[in-house]
């Protein structure tokens, strides 16, 4: 009962040779199968195969080898029990004190674009979690390793004869989380593969890409996850190539503003304070589009995030150095540009491939004691079905700028109201809670460019005031859902005016 017995079993080989020495050093048997068997022997490590230890062939292609007794009873024996002790002697089992297992490539395998369903399902791995569970289970006894950053703890500890019961707590509890992450990843791909949209329980996993300074305030813990398998175009898989960490908040605008750029085909810079808009324009070049978002609102960009959706080159560069931004996004920057901005010691410069194929994803919002799960909002201008009520159409620069309007307006919170021209946002009112007052900050903030602007709201009006205070301060077209039991009321007074309103059809709340 004295002899010490490692079973290792991985996908995952990085160091696990120096690992396996480690062990054997250490007084171990090691026990293992399959490619990792392969592998120990071709190191010249001795090693004994599972199937000398389950007195059984491994069969069905592998599928069945370690969910033997002569395993798990090795692995759930509860040596301080005499009856345990005494079964294990009676069937000739040599208990397990270490467990090294990581799984079947899963997620690895379902983000390969040729992978098949009959891939995915061959990638489920069965015995592995089995054996984790197991020694995380009687982690009393047992110390379970699943991930290669452990390794090195494990066997300095060992150089004391055993780990500690606090280890082995801490790694049993890291092993739950990665089989129920494993799961978790299991259960989605085969819940969208049957096509079930709302299932009787959500399961999800992320995994941890940094520790955050601080959240929203500094007395606030943060921690920024990553989700498996997330879009290349995403903030979590940005490239930060210069500047501080990136907090919380940065975090948090970054992905507002990537997700307004977004809407554009024509180069488009977008400026983002708070979560909001402060500034948006398109143009010919990356260089004019900035200079229309600068424009916007040249007061509010001070201290906040641009997002661009193309190369930034150095003429662009030299007129984003002029002011204090927190964070620069672009799809890259060319070596002249660096040149200028890393000049800038704290500004954060981050690329991402917005070239990337966008899947459609749901939006998970925490509230106290639970989740609120829905889709993306993804309706933009061209899927809208759009109506002209009024006496007027619009102009061929009031399409333009109302397309602009409705791009736009559906990522201000609400209640929104944005002014545009054909080319920069020139009024954003956010987050009011009457539509009017919303439209007033924003004809406020436009001051004499709103003569000839036109109007986005991102719900119908329930009056016609947001209607008569738009046509009093110049505005020519207004873009709308529709659907208030006043809208008569409001393309009355719209046609008195003189403005084209557009209705969509569509509401763009944003809470």
């Avoid at 395998?109 to 009959?118: H, L, N, R, V, Y």
């Avoid at 015995?127 to 950053?149: E, I, Q, Y």
């Amino acid at each position: 009962m004295t002899k010490k017995r490692a079973l290792v079993s991985v996908s995952n080989k990085e160091g696990i040779i120096d690992f396996v020495k480690g062990l054997v050093e250490r007084g171990f048997e090691v026990v293992s199968t399959g490619g990792t068997k392969k592998a120990i022997e071709e190191a010249g490590i001795p090693v004994t195969g599972i199937s000398e230890v389950t007195n059984f062939p491994e069969i069905m292609d592998g599928r069945v080898k370690t969910l033997h007794p002569n395993i798990h009873g090795g692995l759930l024996a509860m040596r301080e029990k005499e009856e345990h002790v005494a079964q294990l002697k009676e069937h000739n089992i040599t208990p397990i004190d270490v467990v090294c297992v990581n799984l079947y490539p899963f997620q690895e395998t379902i983000a390969k674009p040729e992978s098949t369903f009959a891939d995915a399902i061959e990638n489920i791995d069965i015995g592995g979690p089995s054996m984790l569970r197991s020694a995380a289970k009687n982690n009393k006894h047992v110390t379970v390793v699943v991930d290669p950053a452990d390794y090195g703890t494990v066997l300095t500890e060992l150089d004391s004869g055993a780990t500690t019961e606090e280890t082995r707590r801490q790694l049993a509890a890291k092993v739950f989380r990665h089989t129920a992450g494993y799961d978790a990843l299991i259960a989605q791909y085969l819940t969208k593969e049957v096509g079930e949209e709302n299932p009787e329980s959500l399961t999800v996993t992320y995994t941890k890409k940094q520790d955050l300074r601080y959240g929203e305030n500094p007395h606030q813990q943060a921690v920024f996850y990553e989700k498996p398998l997330a879009d290349d175009n995403s903030i979590a898989k940005a490239t930060q190539l210069h500047g501080k960490e990136l907090s919380y908040n940065n975090i948090k605008d970054a992905d507002a503003a990537l997700a307004i750029v977004k809407e554009f085909a024509l180069p488009a810079a977008v400026a983002v304070k708070h979560m909001n808009p402060c500034g948006v324009g398109t143009g010919d070049t990356i260089e004019a589009a900035y200079e229309a978002a600068f424009e916007a609102d040249p007061v509010s960009i001070f201290g906040g995030i641009i997002a661009l959706n193309r190369e930034v080159d150095q003429a662009t560069a030299l007129k984003l150095k002029e002011v204090f931004l927190e964070i620069i996004i672009a799809p890259s920057f060319t070596e002249e540009a660096l040149d200028v901005l890393t000049s800038k010691k704290n500004l954060r410069l981050l690329t991402i491939d917005l070239t990337a194929k966008e899947k459609k994803e749901q939006v998970i919002t925490s509230v106290h004691g639970g989740l609120l799960v829905q889709d993306e909002d993804r309706h933009g201008f061209n899927e809208a079905t759009t109506s002209v009520p009024t006496e007027r159409q619009p102009s061929e620069e009031e399409w333009a700028a109302l397309k602009l309007a409705w791009n736009v307006v559906k990522h201000v919170k609400s209640n929104a109201i944005v002014l545009t021209n054909d080319k920069m946002t020139v009024g954003i009112g956010a987050g009011q809670m009457n539509r009017v007052g919303a439209a007033k900050i924003a004809i406020e903030q436009a001051g004499e460019r709103s003569t000839g602007a036109v109007l986005g709201s991102d719900a119908f009006f329930p009056m016609n005031d947001t209607v008569e205070a738009a046509g009093k301060a110049g505005v020519t077209a207004i873009i709308q859902p529709g659907g208030s039991i006043k809208d008569q009321e409001s393309i009355d007074k719209a046609n008195e005016y003189g403005i084209a309103m557009v209705f969509t059809g569509v509401r763009h709340f944003k809470h």
